[in-house]
T-cell receptor
Framework: GAVVSQHPSWVICKSGTSVKIECRSL??????MFWYRQFPKQSLMLMAT?????????EQGVEKDKFLINHASLTLSTLTVTSAHPEDSSFYIC????????????FGPGTRLTVT | LAKTTQPISMDSYEGQEVNITCSHN???????ITWYQQFPSQGPRFIIQ???TKVTNEVASLFIPADRKSSTLSLPRVSLSDTAVYYC????????????FGAGTTVTVRA
């Protein structure tokens, strides 16, 4: 089956620094990738949609200058949390849509970010 | 994005069948219905997807009535390892199939 990986699986960083999270589709080409954030005991919240080779589309209330998304290839998307603060601590999850099977999304294992 | 409503929680026992019903009154013609399972600190895992009538795979069945305003996920003979949060989602075919996650249903299976 389709596999999506994320790296790192967890990261701890100091307040004010930037952190990059990678999302890779391992065995399919992902024309669209999505980034979600999940706080403890809450549901997933869609942050942005990225299509390969074009700018990401951010959901309302998500700061595009703070959460930089790059989707440079059909198998890799990155999320960079710039100038991280403790309130950015969360579980970040990506998903990828296989362009050949238009409606199915495959989720990565998630990245736990802790900002101290 | 079509909004979905499902029970917050359900309790069951090992070996029983669990049925979770989700309502999606505003589902659009091109929308698909998808169910995901999530364990703590893991990404959601695809369970099943359908458009209408009944879909069955090795882990679950999905029942969708003709009006498509609701759907029921059926998990046969659950085990302790099926304890998880189950999300019902409607994919927006006109918008990159974006998914809007609701609160989900926490299913607790007891011995």
């Amino acid at each position: 089956g389709a596999v999506v990986s994320q790296h790192p699986s967890w990261v701890i960083c100091k307040s004010g620094t930037s952190v990059k999270i990678e999302c890779r589709s391992l065995d399919f080409q992902a024309t669209t990738m999505f980034w979600y954030r999940q706080f403890p005991k809450q549901s997933l919240m869609l942050m942005a949609t990225s299509n390969e080779g074009s700018k990401a589309t951010y959901e309302q209330g998500v700061e595009k200058d703070k959460f930089l998304i790059n989707h440079a290839s059909l198998t890799l998307s990155t999320l960079t949390v710039t100038s991280a603060h403790p309130e950015d601590s969360s579980f970040y999850i990506c998903s990828a849509r296989d362009g050949q099977v238009s409606y199915e999304q495959y989720f990565g294992p998630g990245t736990r970010l802790t900002v101290t | 994005l079509a909004k979905t409503t499902q029970p917050i929680s359900m309790d069951s026992y090992e070996g029983q069948e669990v049925n979770i019903t989700c309502s999606h009154n505003n589902i659009a013609t091109n929308d698909y219905i998808t169910w995901y399972q999530q364990f703590p600190s893991q990404g959601p895992r695809f369970i099943i997807q359908g458009y209408k009538t009944k879909v069955t795979n090795e882990v679950a069945s999905l029942f969708i009535p003709a009006d498509r305003k609701s759907s029921t996920l059926s998990l046969p003979r659950v085990s302790l390892s099926d304890t998880a949060v189950y999300y019902c989602l409607v994919g927006d075919a006109s918008n990159d199939y974006k998914l809007s996650f609701g609160a989900g249903t926490t299913v607790t299976v007891r011995a």
